[in-house]
């Protein structure tokens, strides 16, 4: 057998269930990233990253947070982060992956049990498989049954914490977590609510603060807001209980192991969170071609989400990605998703929403779409 026989094998199974993966370049017009309030390009940003070499930020970190490094920058993030998300504590991570890795494999403790929603992020649950704490899924955003699986874990012996882990907007989806229900229910059982605000930062809540920002201040709450996102730049800051960050930072090996995110990306996401409160108009751009989008594109089948993904369920693996081959040969960025991304028999094309596209671009998507099916 070839020494790389196994990956092969692998590799011609997925292609021949159309599951096989690519690199692809950027192209056409953008209904692909999430870039949703078209930050990436901001002058501001560049701007920003310009005066911080002027004064001496380094490109490089040189080093974990816990050795040489740790920057005066991530310090004034974090700093201007935890305030803005109505936190005691912020940490900067590389990426929300690695921040959720981080979190749900370190806080979480021998004798809790994380419920979580069965749609959440695959980085939630590669950090849950480094866990110690027991897991459970629940049919997603069912908020009763989060309740029923910890009176039921309660009910077997269950003496430790229970911990509710749900995304606020599901990046698939393109809908909303049940917040007020499942905060009431984590009051009710003195629990934990773990929040990732990913798709939802920049865009909800008071001043692009997020789903979850009713909730800030409460001593029970963890949210995740990346910022690679709607804050044009690149990495995550998980903001929480001051104790429980300086537990993160004594015992998240993720954060420990790690060189520490760019300096110079620090100061340019410092930039991203004051553009949030600078430039309002933002959000209401995008909030109008929600409006447009919705209602051009719900004849071709997209049901609408209240949200900037808006995802057109095709079904099969192979007729979805040939859909969107179609439409990429028509000048229209957009990808296909399927499993394991999706579930079986959910395969689509996710559509996303930013300023880089404007409502002209919306009908003439539409129109693609009509004519492709």
């Known amino acids: 057998m070839s020494l790389l026989g196994a990956h ?49 930020v380094t490109v490089g970190s040189g ?39 981080a979190t749900f494999a370190a806080l979480p403790q021998r004798g809790d049990i994380v419920v979580h929603d069965a749609l959440i992020h695959a980085s939630a649950h590669d950090g849950m498989r480094l866990g110690r704490a027991e897991t459970a899924a629940v049919a ?18 269950g003496t430790g914490r229970p911990w509710i882990a749900v995304e606020s907007l599901y990046s698939m989806e393109g809908d909303r977590a049940p917040l007020g229900d499942l905060a009431a229910i984590a009051a009710r059982h003195d629990a934990f609510l773990l929040i990732d ?30 910022c690679g996102k709607a804050l044009g730049c690149e990495g995550a800051l998980l903001c929480l209980p001051r104790t429980l960050a300086d ?24 930039e991203g969170l004051r553009c949030l409160a600078d430039e309002p108009e933002r959000r209401t751009a995008l909030w109008s071609l929600i409006a447009h989008a919705e209602q051009r594109l719900a004849a071709c089948g ?14 099969e693996d192979v ?20 499993p394991p991304t999706v579930p079986p028999g959910t395969a689509r094309l996710r559509i996303s929403l930013t300023l880089h596209a404007g409502p002209d671009d919306i009908d003439a998507l539409a129109a693609a779409i009509r004519a492709v099916r």
């Not at 740790?70 to 993030?77: G, R, S, Y």
């Not at 605000?197 to 990346?226: M, P, Q, R």
């Open 8 to 56: 092969h094998d692998d590799l011609e199974r997925l292609k021949a269930n159309g599951r096989l993966r690519t690199l692809k370049p950027r192209a056409g017009i953008d209904f692909a990233s999430n870039d949703y309030l078209a930050l990436g390009v901001s002058p501001r940003l560049g701007i920003a990253v310009r005066a911080a070499i002027a004064r001496g």
């Open 197 to 226: 605000e990913a798709h939802a930062t920049g865009i909800f809540g008071s001043g692009g603060t997020g789903l979850a920002s009713d909730l800030h201040g409460a001593d029970n709450l963890v949210t995740l807001h990346t």
């Open 247 to 270: 537990f993160m930072v004594n015992r998240a090996r993720p954060f420990i192991f790690s060189t520490a995110p760019s300096p110079l990306m620090a100061a340019a996401v410092r």
């Open 302 to 315: 997209v049901e609408p989400t209240g949200s900037q993904i808006l995802p057109l369920i095709v079904g």
């Open 63 to 101: 080093g974990s947070r816990l050795l040489r490094g740790n920057d005066p920058e991530h310090h004034l993030l974090e700093a201007e982060a935890a305030a803005l998300f109505g936190a005691e504590a912020a940490l900067f991570f590389s990426s929300g992956y690695a921040a959720n890795v």
């Open 140 to 157: 997603h955003n069912d908020a009763g049954a989060f309740e029923d699986v910890i009176r039921a874990w309660r009910g077997r012996g």
């Open 319 to 338: 007729p979805a990605m040939a859909m969107a081959a179609a439409l990429q040969e028509r000048g229209f960025d957009i990808r296909g998703i399927r």
